[in-house]
């Protein structure tokens, strides 16, 4: 039943992107397994991410299973296609049965989406990984596989428009090889090891990026470090004490 709603779905984004003329440069398909359960680790910088995470897997035949904020199930629109999809809602007061859950996918065989940052990050920068994607794949005995967007906040990102104009944006992805969870390794080395990999695959998908801002009026979707006027972590540290 689910891939009787998840490949239409597919092919409705595949349209959408296609009439607003995204110039997608995706690379690293190859390193997410054509079987077997594998959890797919990437950064959080817009509310579509998983869309292009998923487009990834794609030319391995695979669907990705995403871990997903419990309201987006609730939603009357999104909610019944989540669910039919077998995407996994994460209320964060109940963790356990959102752990549970995506165990259960990768033992039978499922890829599973997580964004160990949780939140979108309004720097642009990686922040902090949370250990459960980690744990996940050491209990089920599956790999983690490392991967990067950028260009996806062009789009739709927190505290910003929609912008789903025919923008010709360029959507820049990197999927890197595998990493081994093995079981005798410590979650939180295993866990800054995965965001070593995200943070090498974030920088070689911003180098090869193929659009600059056009003015000072569109440098908000670059990070400060790389000159441009997003906030910087320690800002947004700033104002969240306050």
């Not at 984004?13 to 398909?29: E, N, P, Q, R, V």
């Not at 054509?34 to 669907?63: C, E, M, T, W």
């Not at 990493?179 to 998908?205: F, I, M, N």
């Amino acid at each position: 039943m689910a891939e009787l709603v998840y490949r239409p779905v597919v092919g409705l984004a595949l349209t959408m992107f296609k009439a607003w003329d995204l110039k997608i440069d995706c690379k690293g398909s190859e390193n997410i397994p054509r079987s077997g359960g594998a959890v797919l680790v990437s950064n959080h910088i817009s509310y579509l991410d998983f869309i292009f995470n998923g487009l990834a897997a794609l030319p391995q035949k695979r669907l990705v299973r995403f871990m997903a904020k419990e309201a987006v199930f609730r939603h009357k629109v999104s909610g019944p296609l989540m669910r039919a999809m077998k995407h996994i809602p994460v209320d964060r007061r109940q963790g356990e049965a959102a752990y549970a859950h995506a165990l259960d996918s990768l033992r039978s065989g499922e890829i599973v989406g997580v964004f160990p940052e949780a939140t979108i990050s309004q720097s642009f920068t990686l922040k902090s990984f949370k250990s459960g994607a980690a744990r996940l794949a050491q209990e089920a005995g599956v790999p983690l596989v490392p991967m990067a967007v950028w260009g996806t906040q062009r789009l739709w990102t927190k505290g910003h428009p929609r912008n789903f104009r025919r923008s010709h944006t360029p959507i820049t992805i990197r999927v890197g090889e595998a990493v081994d969870a093995a079981r005798d390794t410590y979650a939180g080395a295993l866990t800054r090891q995965l965001r070593g990999r995200v943070q090498d695959l974030l920088e070689a998908a911003q180098r090869a990026y193929p659009a600059r801002p056009k003015g000072p009026d569109d440098t908000w979707w670059m990070p400060a470090h790389l000159g441009g006027t997003a906030p910087t972590p320690e800002q947004l540290r700033a104002a969240e004490a306050h």
